[in-house]
């Protein structure tokens, strides 16, 4: 299962016109991945930080909400992406 892969793959078929560029498909890429990071990022600052270690009810609620799968997907898919299109 690959959510940001399947993803990109479906964007990139509808949205990215064929004739596109290796650096328009590139940076398209990077945009489209760039998005998916702000995305949970934001659902992962929605928790509150009280300081303490403990997740408040309000936290619960929302990683009952957010597959813990899903999410470690996603965050594994990312890190990739980032290693594999970091200057060098």
Same mark, same amino acid.
């Given at each position: ?25 590139? &940076?398209?890429?990077? %945009? ?6 702000? *995305?949970?990022?934001? @659902?992962?600052?929605? #928790? ?5 270690? &403990?997740?408040?009810? %309000? ?6 909400? *957010?597959?813990?799968? @899903?999410?470690?997907? #996603? ?14």
């Amino acid at each position: 299962m690959s959510i940001l892969r399947d993803g990109w793959e479906s964007y990139e078929k509808e949205v990215v016109p064929p004739n596109a560029g290796t650096v328009q498909k590139n &940076e398209t890429r990077a %945009a489209f991945y760039a998005g998916a990071a702000c *995305v949970f990022y934001g @659902i992962i600052n929605t #928790l509150e930080d009280t300081g303490d270690d &403990e997740p408040t009810e %309000a936290d619960e609620k929302i990683v009952d909400r *957010v597959d813990l799968r @899903i999410a470690l997907l #996603l965050v594994q898919e990312l890190r990739e992406f980032i290693q594999s299109h970091a200057p060098r």
